[in-house]
């Protein structure tokens, strides 16, 4: 990459493919201190944990490429009602893609598929409190603060409790947001 030529990145869905990266990710404890995934995994039990969520109709694995390889992960769920979504997860793995503009591409194309391929009003998700970095870049894209969880989640790091923030977004906010 030369200094005029901007990255790129795409959404794809998750295929059988990136599970070993998605395992790598998964176990790594940088990636860890910023979404507080603390259960270390396998191929195997990743291989399981995929197929169940392909069973699930409801469930949308997107798989974030740069530079034609898969670097990230993001996670939807459908609502039964079919007007909104869950937000589950989204996280770029590859730390040398990190600081690099990718998030807002991410959230960017995110947003783009809730509303303009699920055709959903609303987008919302739970967000830790000590991830300031997460919400700050979705706050900055649009998201609102619309509330507190009832429960707290433990910092696999410094093992203090945090509060989980629900942030939304909403479709009369949406205009084909761009990066």
Known sequence: MTATTALALSLRPMTEADLERKVKWANDEVVNQHIGFTDRVDLPGTRRWFAGQQANPDIILFTLVADEQAIGYAKFLRDPNGNQGEYQGAAIGE???????????????????????EGWDRLWGHFPAWNARSIGLH?????????????????PGDGKEYEVLVLAFERANYSGVTP
């Open 95 to 117: 730390h040398q893609y990190w600081g690099r503009g990718l998030g807002k591409q991410m959230v960017t194309q995110l947003l783009r598929h809730a509303f303009e391929v």
């Open 139 to 155: 706050q900055a894209m649009g998201f609102q603060i619309v509330g507190k969880a009832d429960h707290k989640r433990r910092h």
